[in-house]
């Protein structure tokens, strides 16, 4: 009795805390993830980008307006986060009837569906796009470093830095696919 809590209010762990919580908080998570990871990744690869840009441009300093591109690419993957947090956003959708408890005839399952599905949605675009922004940020370091060394290795490096950027392309890809069927229902089964 000394360690467990007797009151309603208590919960018996993390499964209980994750099966009773709101679809809204799931979907409210996935646009979390989705942005903040994106932008986590977009950060790590400036960050890599960046102290290998400066510091090659100390060597070479016509380098340093050239291998901006490649900053440019890392910022791109925090703004595919952005538009799939708008689209994720757009998709919650508040009940017709403001009540604290739902109905019975509510359609339980398409709810918990949506938020679940956006969640998803949005935790793999956030987890893409940080796997984006770090392998564009080391393209993008090998890039500056290259081009410090040898002026014709800038095309070719920046040709795997673009392939590397199209994995942000890809996971928002997935994620508009996956949100694609959740639609929070408004109003009960008839």
Request: with cysteine; glycine share 12%; net charge negative.
């Amino acid at each position: 009795m000394s360690g467990t809590c007797q009151s309603s209010y208590c919960n018996a762990g993390w499964g209980e805390v994750l099966t009773h919580m709101s679809p809204y908080g799931y979907a409210n998570f996935g646009i979390a993830f989705g942005l903040g990871l994106s932008v986590v990744g977009a950060a790590w690869g400036i960050w890599l980008t960046g102290s290998s840009l400066v510091g090659a441009a100390v060597k070479a300093p016509r380098i340093r307006s050239k291998n901006l591109i490649s900053v440019i690419f890392c910022e791109a993957t925090a703004i595919y986060g952005v538009i799939m947090a708008i689209i994720l956003a757009n998709k919650v959708k508040k009940p017709e009837e403001s009540t604290s408890e739902l109905s019975a005839d509510w359609d339980w399952s398409g709810y918990y569906y949506a938020g679940y599905g956006m969640f998803s949605s949005g935790l793999s675009v956030g987890l893409t796009n940080i796997a984006s922004g770090v392998s564009v940020g080391i393209a993008g370091s090998s890039c500056a470093i290259g081009d410090a060394q040898d002026s014709s290795l800038f095309v070719k490096i920046l040709i795997v830095e673009i392939f590397a950027s199209a994995l942000g392309i890809f996971g928002i890809i997935v994620g508009i696919i996956q949100s694609n069927s959740c639609t929070f229902p408004v109003t009960a089964l008839e």
